[in-house]
């Protein structure tokens, strides 16, 4: 909001900062306003308008840097329950592996974005990237779903993949984040949805400048017995002995749906983070836009007022001379 309005006064300010040199006119009743001028052009504008103008892109200033203090401020609070959540993850990788390339029929792409804007391009890229992975596994007996966390996400997708959307979620952030939040999540997602693997898109957090947009995979169980028997990269998972009286297919459902709730806690995280500093990073950039701005009609307000002065000067000169003659 606060850039589409910086935006707006950007476009109202491009008479007033015109390269076009000043000219002093002579004030009399029936000079021309720039109301009564088509174009406001910088011969007719006044110096009130200026400070108007001003006195808007300081406010619009105020707005971004306050945004900035609180996106920094939730961007800490975050931060160190991201850090903490990168362990509970990659036990699952190096025992049920994470295999983006696997070839199943039924794909479910779990695409997460923030609710809120001002954040760069964060959304956009996770959406770019759900569907390049939709366009990789489209084939004539394959089918890919969304499922889709946040408001952003869900305005891109819903335009031209309505039908292709099994779920939506909205509002993840509106309370603090925790794992029990986001367990209810995951099992909401497990119910609804009908899946040989989930891929969860999100952004990785690595500094504040920085994200990098990253898809993890989960497999069905039957996909992770599959490739044990097969040998691939899960070959090694027969190799560990089960104890108790649960089946393989029970533990491996067991693993799986922890996994997920895992990899999703993980994800929901990274993806808060990568937010917040997407967003101190364009508020900077916004406060900085606005002070440039401030700085070209300061220029422009002081070149206006010094030749109304100059005007008057010459007023007054002139009627002298005239008494004089």
Known sequence: MAMAALRREGRRFAPLISPRPITAVRSSPIAPTYEDEGPIGVRYISTQVVRNRMKSVKNIQKITKAMKMVAASKLRAVQTKTENSRGLWQPFTALLGDLPSVDVKKSVVVTISSDKGLCGGINSTAVKISKGIRKLNSGPEKETKYVVLGEKAKAQLIRDSKKDIELIITELQKNP??????????????????????????NKFQSVVSFLPTVSTVLSPEIVEREAESGGKLGDLDNYEIEGGETKGEILQNLVEFQFSCVMFNAVLENACSEQGARMSA???????????????????????????????????????????
């Open 177 to 202: 984040l925790n794992y029990t939040q986001v367990s209810v999540l995951a099992d909401e997602i497990l119910k609804n949805v009908e899946f040989d693997a989930l891929r969860i898109v999100f």
């Open 283 to 325: 508020m900077d950039s916004s406060s900085r836009n606005a002070g440039d701005m401030l700085d070209r009609l300061t220029l422009t307000y002081n070149r206006t007022r010094q030749a109304s002065i100059t005007t008057e000067l010459i007023e007054i000169i002139s009627g002298a001379s005239a008494l004089e003659g």
